[in-house]
């Protein structure tokens, strides 16, 4: 796999959990990284080991402030958009907060980077566009009715992607990812997502909560294939791969109840309490889609993309993580 080096390179939001591994990645291999963050969600301690390097640089920032923008994009070659206020539960107890940072943010990276000359606009797009859409596996050109704010801003974020190619000629590729998760990722916010939340539970011998029955199914995909796609991205030459939406998942699916049993079985070789342990379930939360499987197809066939790490492969080593950090 040919990798990105020697580029001079934007991560916005860099300092959290999809960025700050990026970040990682590239800055291993002798690129000039510019990490972006306002830390309004990121952490600081995600990137302090990048901090002495001399091709690293963080840099204060909010998405929202234009000039900030542009500061960032100076002499970029790729930039990198992973800033976001993620989640469908916090976009619906704020959505003016998530339009705010999602699309404002967006359009003003958009901008900074147009001016700028950058060659490339990666962008981090969601699985959550697929919305009310109920057919299996889930094709990039074929999407349903947003269910939440927060999938309205994502839709909008490729929308105005496209515009900018098609106005002003700067090339992009949208990434659309399926429930990451992996080293880094928080267990403390309000809002974390599923994986984080059950192992931290079961780590501390609690029963953790499932919302519904359980069999609501979702495309678990491990970090380090989330990171091996954006530098697919970033590579390409294929004329023919530029300028479009890929889904970046493993293409295979797997309930809440599977997902349970996965984690209880490999953490119990930590503590064998955690064998033991039951699961409460709740109602289902609003907005969320009751299944997810997303075809990779277009990816392996334009990028070369195959999935470095399976559901149970990637649990196995972000478990290890968490039992080593938490």
């Known amino acids: 796999m040919k990798i990105l080096t020697n580029k001079r390179i934007v991560i916005t939001g860099g300092a959290g959990f999809i960025g700050s591994n990026l970040c990682d990645f590239f800055v291993q291999h002798d690129n000039f990284v510019v990490c972006m963050d306002n830390l309004s969600t990121g952490k600081r301690e995600n990137i302090a080991p990048l901090e002495t390097l001399s091709n690293f640089q963080f840099f204060l920032a909010d998405i929202r402030n234009l000039e900030q923008c542009r500061e960032a994009c100076k002499g970029a070659d790729i930039v990198f958009h992973q800033a976001a206020l993620g989640s469908v539960s916090r976009s619906i107890d704020d959505p003016i907060t998530t339009n705010a ?4 943010g967006q359009l003003n990276m958009l901008v900074a980077a147009r001016d700028a000359g950058v060659k490339r606009f990666i962008s981090a797009c969601s699985s959550s566009t697929y919305g009310d859409s109920k057919t299996l596996p889930k094709v ?6 947003p269910l939440s704010p927060y999938a309205v801003t994502k839709y909008v974020n490729e929308l105005y992607a496209k515009l900018f190619h098609d106005l002003y000629g700067l090339d992009y590729i949208g990434l659309r990812y399926f429930n990451v998760f992996g080293y880094k990722q928080d267990t403390e916010s309000t809002y974390a997502a599923v994986i984080p939340i059950f192992v931290k539970e079961l780590l501390n011998l609690r029963s953790p909560k499932i919302n519904g029955d359980g069999e609501y199914s979702r495309d678990f995909t491990f970090i380090e294939n989330v990171v091996q796609m954006n530098n697919l991205a970033a590579t390409t030459e294929n004329k023919e791969a530029l300028n479009t939406i890929y889904n970046v998942a493993c293409g295979e699916t797997t309930t809440l109840n599977q997902l349970a049993s996965h984690l209880k079985e ?5 503590n064998p309490k955690i064998a033991d342990i039951s699961f409460q379930y709740g109602p ?5 889609i009751p299944h997810s499987l997303a075809s990779i197809e277009k990816a392996e066939r334009l990028l070369g993309y195959c999935p470095q790490y399976k559901i149970k492969e990637g649990l196995e080593k972000a478990c290890q993580w968490y039992v080593e950090h938490l």
Request: hydrophobic share 30%; proline share 0%.
């Open 101 to 104: 940072v999602n699309i404002g």
């Open 140 to 145: 990039e050109e074929n999407i349903g009715k």
């Open 266 to 270: 490999i953490l119990s070789k930590y």
């Open 284 to 288: 289902n939360r609003a907005g969320d």
